[in-house]
């Protein structure tokens, strides 16, 4: 069982430059998460889904959009990179009401 | 709305010692809790989680955390350090009920240094 994946692993973009960070688990979750991680900051988190073809903000949503299409794939696109999204980005997945399974993250620079 | 507070953004102990890493909540349901760990360079594995049961919640590598509602608090204990717990520590609140679809509101994190 792979669990949660993301791609990539690293990515380095110029200020103004777009991209879709890609998440996909084979659990059948439901629920599936975007969080951003930065130092001394702990996890936010920046959109969620509860099934396919339904998706919400969080708590830092601006400069993202995200779909959910199918139960497995949950991409969050940033449009317009700014340094300020220079982060950690970690997707997740739960079952109804329990424990969230953390992908391995996807490092992003905007220089 | 939810918070956590994590006190003590760095925790060192020597290696066979006590590890206490303090966590205090803010609910208006009852809440879930749990504790999270991070390697480095990894995502987070969970360790642990109360979620209205037992008051006292086992998890794995030897820790465990109380749920102590008077004091809104869920602190992480481990009787002693090994190196292998060398790693950044987070708690998180969720309410799992309504419309909060299991979100999760975390504190900043803890990092915990072993000393040999």
């Known amino acids: 069982n792979a669990g949660v994946t993301q791609t990539p692993k690293f990515r380095i973009l110029k200020i103004g430059q777009s991209m879709t960070l890609q998440c996909t688990q084979d659990?059948?979750?439901?629920?599936m998460y975007w969080y951003r991680q930065d130092p001394g900051m702990g996890l936010k988190l920046i959109y969620y889904s509860v099934g396919a073809g339904i998706t919400d903000k969080g708590e830092v949503p601006n400069g993202y959009n995200v779909s959910r299409s199918t139960t497995e794939d949950f991409p969050l696109r940033l449009e317009l990179a700014a340094p300020s999204q220079t982060s950690v980005y970690f997707c997740?997945?739960?079952?109804?009401?329990?424990?969230?399974?953390f992908g391995p993250g996807t490092r992003l620079t905007v220089l | 709305a939810q918070s956590v507070t994590q006190l003590g953004s760095h925790v060192s102990v020597s290696e066979g010692a006590l590890v206490l890493l303090r966590c205090n909540y803010s609910s208006s349901v009852p809440p879930y809790l749990f504790w999270y760990v991070q390697y480095p360079n990894q995502g987070l594995q969970l360790l642990l989680k109360?979620?209205?049961?037992?008051?006292l919640v086992k998890g794995i590598n030897g820790f465990e955390a109380e749920f102590k509602k008077s004091e809104t608090s869920f602190h992480l204990t481990k009787p002693s350090a090994h190196m292998s717990d060398a790693a950044e520590y987070f708690c998180a609140v969720s309410d799992f009920g309504g419309t909060s679809y299991g979100k999760l509101t975390f504190g900043q994190g803890t990092i915990l240094t072993v000393h040999p």
């Open positions: 997740a997945s739960s079952p109804v009401s329990d424990t969230q399974y």
């Open positions: 659990m059948n979750h439901n629920y």
């Open positions: 109360y979620t209205s049961a037992a008051t």
